[in-house]
Nanobody, 129 residues
Framework: QVQLQESGPGLVKPSQTLSLTCTVSGGSITTGSYYWSWIRQPPGKGLEWIGS???????DYSPSLRSRASISRDTSKNQFTLHLRDVTPEDTAVYYC?????????????????????WGRGTQVTVSS
């Protein structure tokens, strides 16, 4: 059974870079046709897909966050990491890592976190001085 676990700081100051790591167990992030993603949910709002890194290492990002977001991976640790630059209080949210299989396009489900095949419990990140 694939399990995902988010880790990172719960509080980040405005203008700093938010970095969150997702550790994957029970499966490899290089397994074919799987996409490893970051999704967030601001307070009182719906889910927002941030971006994904594919099994191949290629990345896709939400157009609204592409200028500030980057996703990298460490295959030796079976982890992938989100970096979000120049954060503001509007980046305050619960951040989830998730994964799903797709033989074609990168999944970007936002109706519910349960639409993903696998997802972490989520971690609260607050941006405040």
């Amino acid at each position: 059974q694939v399990q995902l676990q988010e880790s990172g700081p719960g509080l980040v100051k405005p203008s700093q870079t938010l970095s969150l790591t997702c550790t994957v167990s029970g499966g490899s992030i290089t397994t074919g046709s799987y996409y490893w993603s970051w999704i967030r949910q601001p307070p009182g709002k719906g889910l927002e897909w941030i971006g994904s890194i594919a099994y191949s290492g290629s990345t896709d990002y939400s157009p609204s966050l592409r200028s500030r977001a980057s996703i990298s991976r460490d295959t030796s640790k079976n982890q992938f990491t989100l970096h979000l630059r120049d954060v503001t209080p509007e980046d305050t949210a619960v951040y989830y890592c998730a994964a799903d299989y797709s033989p074609s396009a990168c999944p970007t489900y936002t109706d519910t976190i349960r639409a993903w095949a696998y997802w972490g419990r989520g971690t609260q990140v607050t941006v405040s001085s």
